[in-house]
């Protein structure tokens, strides 16, 4: 299957090509764009988002040191205009950083990473582990992980593919955690996890970019007879003439589950979208094509259309209306909620019908942008998670809903008056009844706001707030509003060494996002990172 996969991508991407990366459809902050999640992961550099439904931008890359210690999760700034803030607000040291300390509930915990530049290649080792302490009975955790990353660049002298990089890498991790609110508290889940990848890309090249990868996924939980083995490829390519682009993406992936209920079954899907692309007037660009998607339990095609309108320097807006369907792995799924019942988990397809979005921006340079927007869609038989028998474990469930999403991020970079990030989001998710799908919270709001003295010490302040949100379908339990501030200080000893002292849930909030298990108590945590 796989040596078959690279003859079919280059092929159908040399004749149908594709132009927009997947960053340019999405809407700003995704609430939702699939319910069966705990934590929306999306936006601030350093907070932690809270969360309810899928984020479709969760990042494969959950190795890469980018997360607090406390949470095995990347936080990925939302489209449109998104950034790198790293690479914005701090130095980049090529060779490699530790981020190690202890805390009341962590103890201890280490993020690390090691790079060697060579001509023309960078490789690199990623390393991550905690043990977190029993701060309610049975909630005590313990993860490491680990994985090599190999980066080398064709360069522009080359006579074959000039100016591409390949990028390969591995990864394991092992988590050890307890379904604490479920009817057997005590006993521990151990979550073994590996990923590879191998990926070729140009986005540079003014007449023919692209980029196409190979990816592999397993995931085992041995106490429970749980295996899923993901396999698959996806490309984009776009060939440019003049003012028009042919462009197609493509993915193709098998899952196999074994599971109580499912005996290494595979599941097949393929999704391809070719469209053209048109300048049609100085910057204004039109996009118009279709979409197939065809899996083991549905086949639907779908038009598709953008266009997008810059009024002037730093002032944007970008509309699309683009049906879309997408099949979810456990290997996602389990990012954003791991208090699920694998015994009964199935292949699960997510559809939206009637999708549009618009997404208004306005950025100044580098310093700062704001950008806000809508989303709507429905759906027939949208997924879900559901505890309705309060076992302290969730399953899928499906309903008929109607979506609408209101939102707006906030984004000024380091400056004279510190750095400010915050989003809020108002997104109703509803039943033909009028119902607010579980867990799926009407408000999130997250704030970050940060200062760095002349001497050498540093503020910062983070604000997350989930709100209006219930633990039943017939929306009569409700759940009390998740409220969370932290303060961190720094003290930079060195341009290469900083100490920082940190507080999370700095009231001793009681909060849940899933019915039963409690978030992080007040979390006091010292801690240093090195740069060299």
């Known amino acids: 299957m796989i040596k078959k996969l ?3 991508l280059f092929l159908t991407f040399y004749i149908s090509a594709f132009a927009q990366d997947d960053q340019q459809k999405n809407s700003s902050v995704e609430l939702p764009s699939f319910v069966i999640t705990g934590k929306d992961i999306i936006s601030l550099p350093k907070a932690k988002k809270l969360t309810s439904p899928f984020v479709s931008t969760v990042s494969e890359e959950f190795l890469k040191p980018a997360f607090t210690p406390d949470d095995f999760e990347i936080t990925n700034v939302p489209d449109p205009g998104k950034k790198e803030f790293n690479s914005v607000d701090t130095a980049d040291y090529i060779n490699g950083s530790l981020d190690a300390g202890f805390g009341v509930n962590l103890r201890p915990f280490a993020n690390g990473n090691l790079s060697k ?14 043990n977190k302490r029993a701060y309610v009975d049975n909630s ?4 490491f992980a680990g994985g090599i990353r190999f980066a080398f660049f064709i360069g522009d002298e080359s006579p074959v593919i000039p100016n ?26 151990r979550l073994e996890r590996g990923h590879f990848y191998f990926d070729v890309k140009n986005p540079a090249n003014d007449v023919f970019s692209y980029d196409y990868r190979l990816f592999n996924t397993i995931d085992r939980i041995s106490d429970e007879s749980f295996f899923e083995n993901v396999i698959g490829a996806e490309g984009y390519t776009q060939i440019q003439i003049g003012p028009v682009s042919a462009n197609a993406k493509l993915k193709l992936m098998n899952q196999r589950l074994s599971n109580d209920s499912l005996d290494n079954v595979n599941f097949k899907l393929i999704d391809i979208r070719p469209y053209i692309g048109l300048n049609i007037w100085g910057p204004v660009s039109l996009q118009a094509g279709f979409d197939f998607f ?7 095609g779908n038009l598709f259309g953008a266009l997008t309108i810059p009024f002037g320097k730093g002032v944007s807006l970008y509309g699309e209306y683009a049906p879309q369907e997408q099949a979810l792995t456990y290997y996602e799924l389990s990012k954003e909620n791991r208090f699920f019942n694998t015994k009964t988990l199935n292949n699960i397809v997510e559809h939206k019908k009637n999708l549009f979005d618009a997404n208004f921006k306005y950025e100044y340079l580098i310093y700062y942008e704001v950008n806000g927007g809508i989303e709507y869609f429905t759906s027939d038989a949208y997924p879900f998670w559901d505890d309705e028998n ?29 750095r400010f990030y915050a989003d809020l989001s108002y997104n109703s998710l509803k039943t033909d009844n009028g119902n607010q799908l579980p867990f799926v919270p009407q408000i999130a709001a997250n704030a970050n706001y940060g200062y760095d003295f002349e001497n050498g010490i540093g503020f ?15 929306n009569k339990k409700k759940l009390d509003p998740f409220a969370s501030l932290s303060v961190k200080g720094t003290y930079n000893f060195s341009k290469l060494l900083n100490f920082y002292f940190e507080a999370n849930n700095l009231t001793d909030n009681k909060n849940y996002i899933w019915k039963g298990y409690r978030e992080d108590t007040l ?9 060299f």
């Open 294 to 300: 065809k899996s083991d339990s549905s086949s639907v």
């Open 390 to 418: 309060s076992t302290g474990t969730f399953h899928t469930d499906y309903a008929k809903i109607k979506s609408g999403k209101i939102f707006v991020n906030f984004l000024f970079h380091k400056g004279p008056f510190g």
């Open 164 to 189: 591409t990089q390949i990028d390969v890498g591995a990864k394991y991790s092992f988590d050890a955690y307890k379904l604490y609110a479920s009817a057997k508290p005590d006993e521990r889940r």
């Open 6 to 8: 690279f003859p079919i």
């Open 523 to 531: 979390d006091l945590i010292l801690g240093l990172n090195y740069k």
């Open 460 to 474: 910062e302040a983070r604000l997350k707030y989930y709100g209006n949100s219930f633990s039943d379908q017939g």
């Open 117 to 130: 530049q060579f001509n023309n290649g960078i490789f690199g080792i990623d390393f991550s582990g905690f």
């Open 140 to 143: 005590d955790r313990y993860l």
